[in-house]
T-cell receptor
């Protein structure tokens, strides 16, 4: 059972470069989201989607872009990487109202911006 | 805005003993959900337990139970008969009563180490 798959697991970027973090889930979940985890700050919501073609901003959306063209995939794009975006990124999916707050997480992607 | 506070950055417990992790939160909502999530060293986070604020009964899942004090806005997690596999980062989280998206507010986490 794959669940939520994130790639890459590790990435080093230079300031100003762009990249895409991939996220795919095989559980037919409608809801997907991206969080970042920073030391001493817990997880913060970047963007989320409640279905294909629908996305919205979370708590810390600046510098990131998302799209949801299929139910399975929810990529996160860094438009012009900055050192402040050094973090561990987690993608999550969920069933939605049937199981409130029950998120299934990927293993995370550690991004370092130099 | 919602805030979730975990005041214990690190804790340790002897194997087979009981440990309680603390969490407080602040909200103006009257109905909401509270959660404890576990993040083992492998980093994949999993849901441990969920509490609905409109339920007075404390949630229990096997060795995991909560003490939910709504008036005090307190939500602690008790782990009984601690096992080595309980070693992990534990996050307390808050969610408004379902508003069309499963968006959670997380605390900063408590790192728990179970000592053999």
């Amino acid at each position: 059972n794959a669940g939520v798959t994130q790639t890459p697991k590790f990435q080093v970027l230079k300031t100003g470069q762009s990249m895409t973090l991939q996220c795919a889930q095989d559980m037919n979940h409608e809801y997907m989201s991206w969080y970042r985890q920073d030391p001493g700050m817990g997880l913060r919501l970047i963007h989320y989607s409640v279905g294909a073609g629908i996305t919205d901003q979370g708590e810390v959306p600046n510098g990131y872009n998302v799209s949801r063209s299929t139910t399975e995939d929810f990529p996160l794009r860094l438009l012009s990487a900055a050192p402040s975006q050094t973090s561990v990124y987690f993608c999550a999916s969920s069933l939605g109202p049937d199981r409130p707050g029950e998120l299934f997480f990927g293993e995370g992607s550690r991004l370092t911006v130099l | 805005a919602q805030t979730v506070t975990q005041s214990q950055p690190e804790m340790s417990v002897q194997e087979a003993e009981t440990v309680t992790l603390s969490c407080t939160y602040d909200t103006s909502e009257s109905n909401y959900y509270l959660f404890w999530y576990k993040q083992p060293p492998s980093r994949q986070m999993i849901l441990v337990i969920r509490q609905e604020a409109y339920k007075q009964q404390n949630a229990t899942e096997n060795r995991f139970s909560v003490n939910f004090q709504k008036a005090a806005k307190s939500f602690s997690l008790k782990i009984s008969d601690s096992q080595l596999g309980d070693t992990a980062m534990y996050f307390c989280a808050f969610m408004k009563l379902f508003t069309g998206a499963n968006n959670l507010f997380f605390g900063t986490g408590t790192r728990l180490t179970v000592i053999p």
